[in-house]
């Protein structure tokens, strides 16, 4: 059975720096494409960061971009979404998802439609505080 499972979330302070890891069992991450998440309680779910099956195509919220990066490592069969220079408007429950099959969303992925996403993660919180 497909599944996902996020690590890494924490405390830490603006400026700072969090690794998330997403976990992938049942299936090879390696040829999926992978989204990352976030949700804050009371507002809806936000892309964050997306990579293609192909690993070619990436993709990040206008609030993230050149503070966070997105990976997969075949080897681990894991996902990465480095977080940099933290603000407290970072501060959510991240998610990892990945869509139905290997292959979908080849050349580019989709930040904004998670009715693509099939597999999802139960979600590591990240706070950002002084």
């Known amino acids: 059975q497909a599944q996902l499972v996020e690590s890494g979330g924490g405390l830490v302070q603006p400026g700072g720096s969090l690794t998330l890891s997403c976990q992938a069992s049942?299936?090879?991450?390696?040829?999926?494409?992978i989204g990352w998440f976030r949700q804050v309680p009371g507002k809806g779910r936000e892309g964050v960061s997306c990579?293609?099956?192909?690993?070619?195509?990436?993709d990040y919220a206008d609030s993230v971009t050149d503070r966070f990066a997105i990976s997969k490592d075949a080897a681990k069969n894991r996902a990465y979404l480095q977080m940099n220079n933290l603000k407290p408007e970072d501060t959510a429950i991240y998610f990892c998802?990945?869509?139905?099959?290997?292959?979908?969303?080849?050349?580019?992925?989709?930040?904004?439609?998670?009715?693509?996403?099939?597999?999802w993660g139960q979600g590591t919180p990240v706070t950002v505080s002084s």
């Open positions: 998802a990945a869509p139905l099959r290997a292959g979908d969303m080849f050349t580019r992925c989709e930040l904004n439609r998670l009715d693509l996403y099939e597999f």
């Open positions: 049942g299936f090879r991450l390696d040829g999926y494409a």
């Open positions: 990579i293609s099956s192909s690993d070619y195509y990436t």
